[in-house]
């Protein structure tokens, strides 16, 4: 990386916004055309036939409930959007949080926040940001389209993913399907719903195209990876919200705009969010697993790595590994390049992160790897995560 690019990259004002307004200002280092991006908070289906809703993943299954089909030209709905703005809007709610922060004089103030989330389980399971329920949240209420409030509870958040499952005490409620990010194309419809700039616009509906995908932005606690770009209009509020395709199924978490451009929002692909809900589903809580290693995609790799060692175009870069951990113990080694996990191409960190979390502590994973231009397999056992 140049001297030049160094300076630009110091100079850039890269802003997350949490919640309903601006707490901070976080200097961060991006290229100079993503200059002010700010953590948005955003946040189908026509009235159709009722079926039920199961995200297949990795031969395991996750049953949310009821959810309705997007359907077009019954009537009711001229457009996709129309239709699919029938349908999603009453599975978004909208999250209002408070927290105790200290002034620089140390005494407490309370701060509140609106943010959005999206229904994953009839039985209240709700997907968000980790900006919006964090940990430090001492109280969030929880408002459905019926009018209902409820009381949260923050069940599972991660700040690396930004990603946080909730959960509230109701039966019956309406989920939206779950899609396949992995199939996501650049120019295929995106339709955001969730709450910009607070309650007074709750579930608003905005929509345009799948701009880019694989972006990766970093922020102040690390790298936001492998995102999904769209032009579809959000704003601050929004963060949690789902990003949905043609059929009204979610492709991805709202959680990112650029403030200085138009036009550019960032979605967490849903894929990620799947594994990670099928374990809490069932015992009620998640536990990371890893390889024990530290890795760069190929989107990532020029923030971290010189020139002359950015030469792969695929797969993962292994920049360090765990002493003791699953990957030393298979023989994987710094400057190896992860090309699969158990048969899956593995390009990005989220799909690395994707099929690693579907297992268990004591699991072996086959890692397909090149090094010095030969091509390698070892078998991985994963540990428990942090």
Do not use: C
């Amino acid at each position: 990386m140049n001297d030049d690019l160094k300076a630009d990259l110091e100079k850039a004002d890269l802003k997350k916004v949490d919640l309903n307004k601006e707490k901070k200002h976080i200097p961060l280092k991006i290229f100079p055309l993503l200059i002010g991006l700010i953590g948005a908070v955003i946040g189908g289906l026509i009235v159709g036939g009722v079926f039920l809703g199961i995200s297949y993943f990795n031969g395991n299954t996750i049953v949310q409930g009821g959810t309705k089909e997007v359907i077009v030209n019954q009537g009711s709905a001229d457009t996709v959007v129309e239709a699919i703005a029938q349908v999603v809007p009453p599975s978004v709610v909208g999250i209002e949080t408070t927290e105790t922060a200290k002034t620089t004089f140390g005494q407490k103030q309370e701060e509140t926040g609106v943010g959005s989330g999206f229904i994953l389980t009839s039985d209240g399971y709700i997907a968000t940001n980790q900006h919006v329920a964090s940990n430090s949240v001492s109280s969030m209420k929880v408002s459905l389209a019926d009018g209902n409030t409820y009381d949260g509870k923050l069940i599972w958040s991660d700040s690396t993913l930004d990603l946080a499952i909730i959960k509230i005490d109701a039966k019956g409620l309406p989920t939206l399907q779950l899609g396949d990010s992995d199939n996501v194309v650049v120019g295929a419809l995106a339709v955001a719903v969730g709450n910009p700039m607070g309650l007074n616009f709750e579930r608003t509906v905005t929509s345009g195209i799948v701009s880019a995908l694989n972006r990766s932005i970093p922020l102040d606690n690390g790298i936001a990876e492998d995102l999904i770009q769209t032009d579809a209009s959000i704003n601050s509020g929004n963060s949690g919200g789902p990003l949905v395709n043609k059929d009204g199924a979610v492709i991805g978490i709202n959680s990112y705009k650029l403030t200085t451009g138009e036009g550019m929002g960032f979605a967490i692909p849903i894929n990620i969010l799947k594994p990670i809900l099928n374990e809490i589903v069932a015992t009620g809580k998640f536990n990371s697993t890893v390889m024990g290693i530290t890795g760069y995609d190929r989107a990532i790799a020029n923030y971290y790595l010189s020139d002359s060692a950015v030469n792969f175009s695929k797969g993962i870069y292994i920049a360090s590994v765990q002493s003791g951990g699953g990957a030393t113990n298979a023989g994987l080694a710094v400057g190896d390049i992860i090309l699969d996990i158990d048969g899956t191409e593995t390009n990005t960190m989220l799909k690395m992160k994707e099929i690693l979390y579907a297992k268990n502590a004591g699991d072996k994973v086959s890692v397909t790897y090149q090094r010095n231009g030969q091509t390698l397999t070892t078998d991985v056992t994963v540990s428990a995560g942090e």
